[in-house]
């Protein structure tokens, strides 16, 4: 066997656009079969390095607390350390009952956490970066859509707690990219304007440039952008 095996092993990770690799876990909310069981919804996997560590706690607290949000955008939560379920149930019994932060208390965590004593998905998702911690999943993030196809992945370090109004950014970016066949520029919002797919031949790149495509403005042949609306957004993504 190759000595480096492990290695790899330990640091390979699924691409964006690749199905999400699939398992059967226990959890805090009983055992699931991932991704199949959220089929037709989008998901935000999530790990984090261990029960009873403070920036997780805040992170958990975060999630928690705008689970609603995220829940109103077909999206729901799924999150990871490699830890065993009683461990879960006690911090999470923890934070609801002892944990006050930033007006935040009584905070009840309903998604699943995911037992992974044998970092069988932590190294599924390549969660576990050696050079961090070989003994801890590091601070991952992926969006996978209703189709189980990874849209997007963000890692931070062990120290470094995430930006939730990033993550949220991120959801409504795939989710409005998916639904309107539209790029979005950098530092995108909802309601600012969004890129349209490039001219694919000259015939439309010059009926463009000369202004013969209403609702359209062009920086340059293949820079284009249009309106679209909050609230046109907001229909199409948000469940009543």
Known sequence: MDPNQNEIHENAMPRIGAKAPSFT???TQ????????YEGNWVILFSHPA???????TEFMQFAVMEDEFEALNCKLVGLSIDGLFSHIAWLRTIQEKIEYKGMKNVEVKFPLIEDISMNVANKYGMVQPEESGTQAVRAVFFINPKGIIRAIIYYPLTLGRNFDEIKRALIGLQ?????NVA???DWRPGDDVIVPTAGSCGVAKERMEGEVEGITCYDWFFCTKKLSKEVIDSALLKS
Request: contains cysteine; hydrophobic residues 35%.
């Open 176 to 180: 409005t990219s998916e639904e309107f």
């Open 25 to 27: 876990a226990v959890t």
């Open 30 to 37: 009983g055992e699931i079969n991932f991704p199949s069981d």
């Open 184 to 186: 979005l520029p950098a």
């Open 51 to 57: 029960d009873f560590t403070p920036v997780c706690t």
